[in-house]
């Protein structure tokens, strides 16, 4: 099989498209033919040897993948050859077929295309956990969205949105913002123009955020947190910036507030139930047509390297698909 290869870490101009063996469904697993993959921005950091863990040399990366089950190993019983699926794996997405686990593997419904489908467990399970689990946003609360216009930013608009909260989208650019605002974003503020402290204050009646979502790290963190409401909660999701931010901790006892990490991977590993539950919610509301991720550009796969220097490049509004086969 095809599959995009990592031989040694750094810039996506490494990677390369190569014949190898096609992997094996083991007990509790299900091969699956991938017919799209999802672009997430960790993809940029794990090529680059920067990620929380690094794999083995060489590797293929992807993770956000939907396709057809092609075989399914021992144990596996909700799932048979010819299921269209869609579901989780820690790497190997970027190919043509990928042993998935079968806990994180989900029938598709009929009406979902594929790159609709590669776009959704990541950026949707990440946001729906960060927000319900980890913050337990409550209906009438103030959610913060720092880059907002990204995959799993966007969702968090979404969601946020559709749980009830009044929504501040931030972004880089006021086209950036003008996408936050279709998918439900109250106010918007450009970190580029405006002072992010003062206008959170003003857009809250001087409160400040109930719940920062923080997918950027770096310069902006200090100052949404600054920014937070008594007994908030800043959820770190991640460090599109670059950089981890060294963040005073005197601010937390003088707001009350709480900072949460978010790491949706090992929430779906270790709790599959509970990852069950969230995702059946999410099916729900995109069947209902309540969510509809926005898919920015789709990829062949000898050209998933332009699709991570996009990504890394800050130019993706939404998703970007890698179409595998």
């Not at 593997?105 to 959704?120: L, R, V």
């Not at 937070?228 to 910036?241: C, H, K, Q, S």
């Amino acid at each position: 099989m095809k599959a995009i290869v990592c031989k040694q870490y750094g810039p996506p101009s490494n990677l390369a498209v190569k014949d190898i063996e096609s992997p094996v469904a083991k007990d509790h697993e299900v091969l699956v033919t991938v017919k799209a993959c999802g672009v997430n921005f960790p993809d940029t950091l794990i090529i680059q040897g920067l990620y929380q863990f690094k794999p083995e040399l060489p590797f293929t990366p992807g993770s956000d993948v939907a396709g057809i089950v092609k075989a399914v190993g021992s144990g596996v019983k909700h799932l048979k050859v010819g299921d269209e699926v869609f579901g989780f794996v820690m790497q190997g997405g970027y190919a043509e077929e990928v042993a998935v686990p079968a806990n994180v593997c989900f029938k598709k419904p009929p009406k979902m295309d594929f790159p609709i489908a590669a776009s959704f467990m990541i950026a949707y399970g990440t946001s729906y956990h960060a927000l319900k689990d980890r913050a337990k946003l409550k209906e009438g609360e103030t959610l913060l969205v720092l880059g907002a216009s990204g995959g799993v930013g966007l969702a968090a608009v979404e969601l946020g949105k559709l749980m009830g909260a009044k929504v501040i989208a931030t972004a880089s650019s006021d086209e950036k913002l003008k996408l936050c605002k279709q998918y439900g974003a109250d106010e918007v503020i450009n970190y580029k123009t405006e002072e992010l402290k003062s206008r959170i204050k003003e857009l809250t009646d001087g409160k400040g955020a109930d719940v920062v979502y923080d997918p950027v790290g770096g310069d902006y963190s200090e100052s949404a947190l600054r920014a937070t409401a008594w007994e908030g909660r800043y959820l770190v999701i991640g460090f599109a910036a670059g950089h981890i931010p060294k963040i005073p901790l005197n601010l937390t006892l003088l707001k009350g507030c709480s900072i949460v990490g978010v790491f949706w991977g090992n929430f779906a590993m270790k709790t599959p139930k509970k990852n069950l539950e969230n995702t059946m919610q999410l099916m729900q509301w995109l069947g209902e047509g309540k969510l509809k991720p926005h898919i920015h550009k789709i990829y062949p796969l000898d050209q998933a390297s332009n699709a991570l220097e996009e990504m890394m490049e800050r130019k993706v509004r939404g998703k970007v698909v890698i179409q595998c086969s």
